[in-house]
């Protein structure tokens, strides 16, 4: 018997990385797993082994939200359901957990009425592709012109031409979209296909050498006619890893099978990878992505729409696409928002609704946070000038504005513990350990602290 607690963390874990944030909390979270079971069926021989079906149930707070999820994102929950079962037919039925009834206070009714659940079945997939992205819901523009098409050649005769081929651009903009693409197109051609991670590829390489496993893992790579690696640049700094990826590159090349990459620079600017896997990399073909145009980003809106059937009028598109102009996934993020929105007011997808959406949602929430922004910002604040929170002044207002400061460029930044020493007037990274601690023991126990900090938070976000 499956633990059904288990296979749902495990599950939303996958859905989580699959996912828009936004999306991920609205719709998956709510939902939880009732019921798992592994059957087998009875008319086939006992000596035979039988296909092992897995049933599950999966329960949506109500009825609406069981819709939805149903219809928007059945396929990728099932798949990722088959992920960490392992199963070879799943079928996931999608009830309604809790109604008018058990809001009024009755017992939770746990099982809905037979009728109100519908089945799903995934096809079997080990690829790791995700079936949602094809060529046909990829829209072209000046800023992906060249990458879909080599993509598409890639596709059409992998392991001919443009071997590597190598994707790069910021985040969002398509990159995953493309190489699932490009998988989806080879596998319908009956190619064997792989998608991994670097992550993933780490992590399998790891559980290889943890498990005297090398053989099994070499040859699930090497048997491949497509190897696909989204997001290279993680495998910056693994050096182990980077060993284990240039053989498999190598072996693979040189039968002519295909690889294909995606990363966010180009493979010259990965610095930390190792000299050799870099030459490999921009010896094939390098394309870019970059921020679709104004017209471009209504032709996205308007596609996703359609393709998630949201009656998205005209000049509602041109408006989230003239406010939302830094990657796709945002601009998808909003047109999600507003259709929740429209659909939990039961109103439809109108210009003032939408204004009002971005207007309270997303204000200036695009801007760049910078440490010179926060450090700006918490100056104002504390009455302490930008030049004393970077300077050597130790009197007790300025060390606890530097510490406040330090701590949110910790939180909000991606920058390390010694980069924020050096832009706090070059001080060691074990003073900004000791600040972040400080900061983070006191806003624990005092709500004033803890609400400044909030406050500054969202000011430095917003601009509100
Ligand atoms: P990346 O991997 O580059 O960070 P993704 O491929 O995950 O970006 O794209 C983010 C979202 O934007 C996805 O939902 C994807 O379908 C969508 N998207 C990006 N570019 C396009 C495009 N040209 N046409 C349609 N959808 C797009
Ligand atoms: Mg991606």
Redesign the pocket.
């Known amino acids: 018997m499956l633990d059904a607690g288990s296979v749902w963390d495990k599950s939303v874990a996958v859905l989580k990385q699959r996912l828009?944030p936004q999306i991920f909390a609205a719709w998956i979270k709510p939902l939880s797993l009732e019921k798992v079971s592994l059957t087998r069926s009875t008319e086939i021989r006992r000596d035979i082994q039988s296909p092992r079906r897995t049933e599950a149930e999966l329960v949506a707070p109500n009825k609406f939200c069981r819709d939805h999820v149903e219809r928007h994102y059945g396929n990728l929950i099932s798949s990722a359901l088959t992920d960490v079962t392992g199963s070879d037919d799943l079928v996931v039925k999608f009830k309604v957990g809790a109604d008018l009834v058990s809001n009024l206070g009755s017992p939770r009714i746990s099982s809905a009425p037979k009728r109100q659940s519908r089945s799903y079945r995934v096809l079997e997939n080990n690829s790791n592709l995700n079936e949602k992205?094809n060529f046909s819901?990829?829209?072209?523009?000046k800023c992906?012109q060249l990458a879909r098409a080599v993509s598409q050649q890639v596709a059409e005769s992998p392991g001919t031409r443009y071997n590597p081929l190598f994707l790069y651009?910021g985040?969002?903009?398509?990159?995953?979209?493309?190489i699932n693409a490009i998988g989806n197109a080879c596998r319908r051609r009956g190619k064997s296909v792989l998608l991994v991670s670097s992550e993933l590829f780490v992590n399998e390489l790891i559980a290889a050498l943890r498990t005297n496993k090398m053989e099994k893992f070499k040859n699930k790579f090497r048997s491949l006619d497509v190897l696909m690696i989204d997001d290279i640049q993680f495998l910056v700094g693994k050096e182990r890893t980077q060993e284990e990826f240039f053989h498999t590159f190598n072996d693979l090349y040189h039968r002519r099978k295909q690889i294909v990459i995606?990363s966010d620079k180009l493979p010259q600017e990965l610095t930390g990878l190792e000299e050799r896997l870099r030459t490999r990399f921009a010896s094939g073909l390098n394309a870019d992505?970059q921020v679709?145009d104004f017209e471009t980003r209504v032709a996205?809106l308007l596609?996703?729409a359609e393709g998630a059937d949201i009656v998205l009028p005209d000049e509602v598109a041109r408006l989230l696409a003239e406010k939302i102009d830094t990657n796709?996934?945002e601009l998808?993020g909003a047109l999600n928002r507003l259709q929740a929105l429209s659909a939990l007011h039961n109103s439809p997808l109108s210009l003032d609704l939408a204004s009002t959406v971005l207007d309270t949602f997303l204000p200036n929430s695009y801007r760049e946070v910078t440490p010179e922004l926060i450090q700006r910002t918490v100056s104002e604040r504390y009455n302490v000038s930008v030049k004393d929170l970077l300077g050597k002044r130790r009197t007790q207002n300025i060390a606890f504005a530097r510490h406040v400061a330090m701590f949110i460029c910790r939180n909000l930044t991606s920058c390390s513990y010694p980069e924020i020493g050096a832009l706090f007037g070059g001080r060691d990274h074990s003073t900004v350990i000791h600040a972040y601690r400080v900061i983070k023991e006191r806003s624990d126990g005092d709500e004033n602290l803890a609400q400044d900090i909030a406050d500054l938070t969202r000011k430095i976000e917003t601009g509100k």
Request: aromatic letters at 8%; proline letters at 4%.
């Open positions: 828009d992205y819901n990829f829209v072209v523009g992906n651009g985040v969002g903009l398509g990159k995953t979209h493309l995606t992505l679709p996205i596609k996703k796709v996934r998808e």
